[in-house]
């Protein structure tokens, strides 16, 4: 199941869990969305790259292996938007696609970039386009999904290190909501409906976890994970904003930067997985 090169396993665990939305929760998403999603954002990636690589005049880079592996990233970019985002218009995914790729060369500090690519064309679309939204309730409330999504998300943050974060994140999101449904005198069913969204499953075990954007050291991913579950708690019950956690890890992110100052470790390598730093590559 695990392949040396992580990013093969999250493309094959993925892309099951699509297929499954699609065939087993009857979505709306169609072939054609998906299609124009993948095809953008591998382009995208291609051409960018190549961009990059004539800017620094790196001409023998040109369609190295390293240019066609960072399209398994583009992959996963394009995957997590078909499961996470819904819109009425093909444009509209293309758009999103667009600017996901395009943040990860643009907002970038010592060729690593900060934001979530995923998450930010989510942001993008629901802040500029009109027939983009995110549907929280699509999974259901099934166990079997529940422990679908733990067992095979947990497979992938055992191959890249990253566990803790999402631990910590449902810890401290989970501390909070229990206190509030405590408080508010709650039934237990409640909290478990909360804590049981598809979508915040997939935001914490495959989003959250973005090795190429996260905080390099753990004790920065750990004040990453509490910072973005209470912000994401806030945003929810005070402002009611039901795509809380996407909204918070678009703010907290540009932190990145101050955590890895502050906390200095190596960057996180696809191909070994360890703590080696790599070239300065387009991965």
Known sequence: MLFKDARDSQILVLSLFLILGITTRDWTLKWDLIAVTILTCLVTQLFLTILTQISSNNYHKFFTSETFLSLKSALIT?????????????????????????????????GKHFFNPANFGIIFVLMFTHSAWISPGQWGADWWYLLLFIGLGGMILKQVGRWETTAIFFLSYGALETIRNLYLGWTWDVLLHNLMSGSLLLFALFMLTDPRSIPNAKIGRIYWAITIACLTFILQHQFYLTTAIFWSLFIVSPFTIFFDKMWKEPRFNWLSNSKNVLPQTIL
């Open 78 to 110: 394009a995957l997590g938007l078909c499961l996470l985002l819904r819109a009425n218009e093909p444009f509209t995914m293309a758009i999103a696609a667009f600017f996901a790729i395009g943040s990860k060369f643009l907002f970038r500090i010592k």
